[in-house]
Each structure stands twice: as structure tokens, then as C-alpha cells.
């Protein structure tokens, strides 16, 4: 896959995901502009660091004039900036949660804004915005962030429709737990509140993955440098989980709760068992029968 002479807009890369997406385009040829507000700790003379902070509208303006005075074409846009928290939401505070409302959902609308009248004109290019595991699934403690990413997943939705008929996709990746510097410090926190070590709450979430490890920012560069490209051509409004199996996964929990469901109701009694197997008959189905037994649980609770 070559991207000689194409030009990506990527904002948050310098560090982690962005970071490894900069590295493999600019090697790949392509002239990468990183929107940040840290300045990188690396050197390629194919990525310009353009301080910006992507939640203010004036800073994204003036780094996309910037970026005009280079070049003409935007081919390619990796919103990828983000930043996460996490509290239950009573608890978290409002200047946190406006922060994370701002860069990770305000962002992604700053630069698009921008960015799609450039690719309507020149009627191409490829758009992929950061979704996470949590735009399909809940995790305690993460409602906002969570609420942010799911947004991102309706955005990249709908958008991919109102731009499919100028050419240009829209699609998101999703991640799981990826080791990158954001993934460090919050387990460095979860750690802290459990009174663990860094290295148990590792091995925890690792235990929880199918595929039994973190994912590297590299896996996810490569999703990103294949959806820009034209192998990727018929994709557009596709959400694409790299998570090592984390949210195929939560169907086996939810068959696994049926099962710990009947072993529960078995426990409590035969003559609920007994109500169950009456119903049966009735029941079309064994979600029916579940469903059953759930009436009657409750009724014994
Ligand atoms: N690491 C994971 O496990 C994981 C999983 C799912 C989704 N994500 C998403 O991937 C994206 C990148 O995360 P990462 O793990 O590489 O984090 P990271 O902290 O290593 O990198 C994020 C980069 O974004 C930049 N940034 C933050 N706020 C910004 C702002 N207002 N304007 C411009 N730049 C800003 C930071 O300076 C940093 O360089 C985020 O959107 C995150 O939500 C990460």
C-alpha cells in the first residue's frame, strides 16, 4: 500500500495511536499535518506539528490555514484526538465533563467542518473518526466518555450518508484496550483506587480479552491506512471493532447470565422449577421460558 503524494490531516499524533497512524503514512509517502496541543517527541520530515487545540475553533482555523499555504488537497482525515476520564457521572465535575464533551465530540465537528468542503470540491477522500469499544457497549464509570464515542459512531453514520454522493467516505474505528499512553494512566488510576498494583489490573483486563492481550497502536494504524485506501473503496459508514473479541464477547456473557439464571431458579425451589416446566407448553421458546422464570424469581424475591 503506497500513499506517495497523498496528503492526511491527523489530529492527536503525537502520541500513542495517532502517533503510529502519522508514522506509517509518512512512511508510506504520504505528507502527514498533526493538529496536537503537545509538541511531538519525534522527527519526520514528512510530519508537520501544527499546535492546535482541536476543540477551539479558532486554533483548528488557523492551523488549516496553515495547512493551505502547503497544499490544496486534503486526501485523508484521522480525527483521532481524544481524551478520557472516568467517575461515575454524579461524581465527575462539570469542567471534566464539558473537557471531554469538547475534544472528543466539539473536536471531531471543529475539523470536519473544515476538512469536507476542502474534499467536496476536489469530489474525493476518505474520512475515519476514533470511535472505542464504547460506542457499542457500557463500562461503569465511563458514561460520559462512553456517551462521546457512541456519538461518534452516529456521526460517522449519518455523515457517510450525506457524503457518499460526493465521494467521500466516512467510517470509524473502535478500539479496545490499546496500550498507549492514555491506556497507562488509566490503569495507573484504577490501580491507585483498588489499592492493587499497575501489573495486576494488567493481567485482569487481559483475562477479560479473547484474543488474552492489549492491542498495539500499530494494529490500529493499519485498519485506518486500509479504510483511507482504495482497496477500501465500497466502505463507508462502517464502525470496525479492533478489540481482540472484547464486544463479540458480550453475547457469550449475556447467554452465560441465562444459564447462571435457570441454575438460580433450580436453588430457589422446585415448585418454581415446577411453574417453569407448567408454563412450557405455553412457551414458543426457551427465551420465553426465561422469561418465565424471571416473573417467578422476582416473585420469590
Ligand atoms: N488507548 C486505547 O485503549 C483507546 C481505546 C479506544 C479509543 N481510543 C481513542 O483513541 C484516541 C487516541 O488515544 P490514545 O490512546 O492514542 O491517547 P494518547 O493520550 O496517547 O494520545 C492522544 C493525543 O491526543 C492529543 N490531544 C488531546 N487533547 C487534544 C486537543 N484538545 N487538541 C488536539 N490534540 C489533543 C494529545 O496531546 C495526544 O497526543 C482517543 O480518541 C481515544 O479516545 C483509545
Known amino acids: 500500500?503506497?500513499?506517495?503524494?497523498?496528503?492526511?490531516?491527523?489530529?492527536?499524533?503525537?502520541?500513542?495511536?495517532?502517533?503510529?497512524?502519522?508514522?506509517?503514512?509518512a512512511?508510506?509517502?504520504a505528507f502527514v499535518f498533526n493538529l496536537d496541543i503537545i509538541e511531538p517527541s519525534y522527527f519526520h520530515k514528512k510530519v508537520l506539528w501544527l499546535k492546535c487545540n482541536v476543540s477551539d475553533i479558532s486554533d483548528v482555523q488557523s492551523s488549516f490555514a496553515i495547512i493551505?499555504?502547503?497544499?490544496?488537497?486534503?486526501?485523508?482525515?484521522?480525527?483521532?484526538?481524544?481524551?478520557?476520564?472516568?467517575?461515575?457521572l454524579i461524581e465527575m465535575s462539570s469542567t471534566t465533563i464539558d473537557e471531554i464533551i469538547n475534544v472528543n465530540i466539539r473536536g471531531v465537528i471543529n475539523v470536519l467542518r473544515i476538512t469536507l468542503p476542502i474534499m467536496k470540491a476536489q469530489?474525493?477522500?476518505?474520512?475515519?473518526?476514533?470511535?472505542?469499544?464504547?460506542?457499542?457497549?457500557?463500562?461503569?464509570?465511563?458514561?460520559?466518555?462512553?456517551?462521546?464515542?457512541?456519538?461518534?459512531?452516529?456521526?460517522?453514520?449519518?455523515?457517510?450518508?450525506?457524503?457518499?454522493?460526493?465521494?467521500?467516505?466516512?467510517?470509524?474505528?473502535?478500539p479496545g484496550a490499546?496500550?498507549?499512553?492514555?491506556?497507562?494512566?488509566?490503569?495507573?488510576?484504577?490501580?491507585?483506587?483498588?489499592?492493587?498494583?499497575?501489573?495486576?489490573?494488567?493481567?485482569?483486563?487481559?483475562?477479560q480479552i479473547p484474543l488474552k492481550r492489549f492491542g498495539t497502536s500499530e494494529e490500529v494504524a493499519h485498519v485506518v491506512a486500509f479504510l483511507c485506501?482504495?482497496?477500501?473503496?465500497?466502505?463507508?459508514?462502517?464502525?470496525?471493532?479492533?478489540?481482540?473479541?472484547?464486544?463479540?464477547?458480550?453475547?457469550?456473557?449475556?447467554?452465560?447470565?441465562s444459564h447462571v439464571l435457570k441454575q438460580i431458579v433450580h436453588i430457589l425451589g422446585q415448585n418454581t422449577l415446577?411453574?417453569?416446566?407448567?408454563?412450557?407448553?405455553e412457551a414458543s421458546d426457551?427465551?420465553?421460558?426465561d422469561k418465565k422464570n424471571i416473573v417467578q424469581l422476582r416473585s420469590k424475591l
Open 229 to 257: 485506501s482504495e482497496k477500501a473503496s465500497y466502505i463507508t459508514g462502517n464502525l470496525v471493532s479492533i478489540d481482540g473479541g472484547v464486544v463479540a464477547s458480550q453475547v457469550d456473557n449475556c447467554q452465560y447470565n
Open 178 to 207: 490499546i496500550m498507549t499512553p492514555l491506556t497507562k494512566k488509566a490503569i495507573k488510576l484504577e490501580a491507585c483506587e483498588k489499592k492493587e498494583s499497575a501489573s495486576v489490573i494488567y493481567k485482569e483486563i487481559e483475562k
Open 1 to 25: 500500500m503506497s500513499f506517495n503524494n497523498k496528503v492526511i490531516v491527523i489530529t492527536g499524533a503525537s502520541s500513542g495511536i495517532g502517533l503510529a497512524a502519522a508514522l506509517l503514512f
Open 68 to 88: 493551505r499555504t502547503h497544499t490544496k488537497r486534503i486526501d485523508y482525515l484521522f480525527a483521532n484526538a481524544g481524551i478520557y476520564s472516568e467517575a461515575p
Open 286 to 289: 426457551e427465551s420465553n421460558v
Open 123 to 174: 469530489k474525493n477522500g476518505s474520512v475515519v473518526l476514533m470511535g472505542s469499544d464504547l460506542s457499542f457497549v457500557g463500562r461503569k464509570n465511563s458514561s460520559i466518555y462512553g456517551a462521546t464515542k457512541g456519538a461518534i459512531g452516529q456521526l460517522t453514520k449519518s455523515l457517510s450518508i450525506e457524503c457518499a454522493s460526493v465521494g467521500i467516505r466516512v467510517n470509524c474505528v473502535c
Open 27 to 29: 512512511n508510506k509517502g
Open 274 to 281: 415446577f411453574f417453569a416446566h407448567n408454563q412450557k407448553n
